[in-house]
């Protein structure tokens, strides 16, 4: 059985973490194929935005701490090199050309609420429920859950969320700003999809270059940003996409991007 679904409507590409049994909890297969399929889909023109969810009743409960106690024991060295890969998909993603939207059902603890933070946009089930859970095995936190907490929600609450280990419902993190869409749980995939349908149909090389200024800006100077995105701007101006939105202006109609 694939630990990673895929599947297409037209311009949506949906991915579907396949460990229902385990709550989607991470594994060294499940992983190999999202870095795969994120990087393969980010350079499909055909594709126009990628919705990531888990299969059964939860979007991913992290780490598959079963299979932690099956392994042996390992070094410090083989430690570092294990999540040095693994933790490539929160990268993979961030960097992606393509809208990465997390349809979040039922729990996202751990590296799942990694997966979930690290997503450009969040459609979330009322019944959801995220945790970094990490304090509870004695681990310190991964897959950049530090870095896009602090971000988000500032130094704060992400200290009180790793520190105390706190749960939160999918109203808490709405409050919080961490939610895109609250959606009824039966409506989830309907409205994550037409969500992704909506944002399939824009300009779609604007968008990468929108998602890599936004990159920079996180941590580059403004001089650094100004530069880029004149180099964006510039690029975005010589594609067909912009003639068309030109034409589509000036005619006054809808465009029709094509992703070139």
Same mark, same amino acid.
């Given at each position: 059985?694939? @630990?990673?679904?895929?599947?297409?409507?037209?311009?949506?590409?949906?991915?579907?973490?396949?460990?229902?049994?385990?709550?989607?909890?991470?594994?060294?297969?499940?992983?190999?194929?999202?870095?795969?399929?994120?990087?393969?889909?980010?350079?499909?023109?055909?594709?126009?935005?990628?919705?990531?969810?888990?299969?059964?009743?939860?979007?991913?409960?992290?780490?598959?701490?079963?299979?932690?106690?099956?392994?042996?024991?390992?070094?410090?060295? @083989?430690?570092?090199?294990? /999540?040095?890969?693994? !933790? !490539?998909i929160s990268l993979v993603i961030r960097t992606c050309p393509k809208v990465v939207i997390a349809a979040?059902?039922? +729990?996202?603890?751990?590296?799942?609420?990694?997966? +979930?933070?690290?997503?450009?946009?969040?459609?979330?089930?009322?019944?959801?429920?995220?945790?970094?859970?990490?304090?509870?095995?004695?681990?310190?936190?991964?897959?950049?859950?530090?870095?896009?907490?602090? !971000? /988000?929600?500032?130094?704060?609450?992400?200290?009180?969320? =790793?520190? /105390?280990? !706190?749960?939160?419902?999918?109203?808490?993190?709405?409050?919080?700003?961490?939610?895109?869409?609250?959606?009824?749980?039966?409506? /989830?995939?309907?409205?994550?999809?037409?969500?992704?349908?909506?944002?399939?149909?824009?300009?779609?090389?604007?968008?990468?270059?929108?998602?890599?200024?936004?990159?920079?800006?996180?941590? @580059?100077?403004?001089?650094?940003?100004?530069? =880029?995105? +004149?180099?964006? #701007?510039?690029?975005?101006?010589?594609?067909?996409?912009?003639?068309?939105?030109?034409?589509?202006?000036?005619?006054?109609?809808?465009?029709?991007? #094509?992703?070139?």
């Open positions: 059985m694939s @630990e990673l679904l895929e599947s297409r409507d037209g311009k949506v590409a949906t991915l579907t973490m396949n460990r229902p049994d385990a709550m989607n909890a991470v594994s060294d297969d499940m992983m190999r194929a999202m870095i795969e399929a994120f990087g393969r889909l980010g350079r499909d023109i055909s594709v126009g935005a990628i919705v990531l969810t888990g299969a059964g009743r939860g979007f991913c409960a992290g780490g598959d701490v079963k299979g932690m106690a099956a392994r042996r024991e390992r070094t410090y060295e @083989e430690r570092i090199e294990d /999540l040095r890969w693994k !933790q !490539q979040v059902n039922g +729990a996202a603890m751990g590296a799942g609420f990694s997966l +979930a933070l690290i997503s450009d946009f969040r459609v979330v089930g009322r019944s959801a429920k995220f945790g970094t859970s990490f304090a509870s095995i004695g681990f310190s936190g991964d897959f950049g859950i530090s870095w896009l907490l602090t !971000q /988000l929600i500032g130094t704060i609450k992400a200290r009180e969320l =790793l520190l /105390l280990n !706190q749960r939160i419902s999918a109203e808490e993190a709405n409050g919080l700003g961490l939610v895109t869409r609250l959606v009824d749980d039966d409506k /989830l995939m309907e409205e994550a999809t037409a969500f992704a349908r909506m944002i399939a149909e824009g300009p779609s090389v604007a968008y990468a270059h929108m998602k890599r200024n936004l990159f920079a800006a996180e941590t @580059e100077p403004l001089a650094s940003v100004l530069e =880029l995105e +004149a180099m964006s #701007q510039s690029r975005c101006a010589m594609t067909e996409d912009h003639k068309e939105a030109r034409a589509a202006f000036l005619e006054k109609r809808k465009p029709v991007f #094509q992703g070139t």
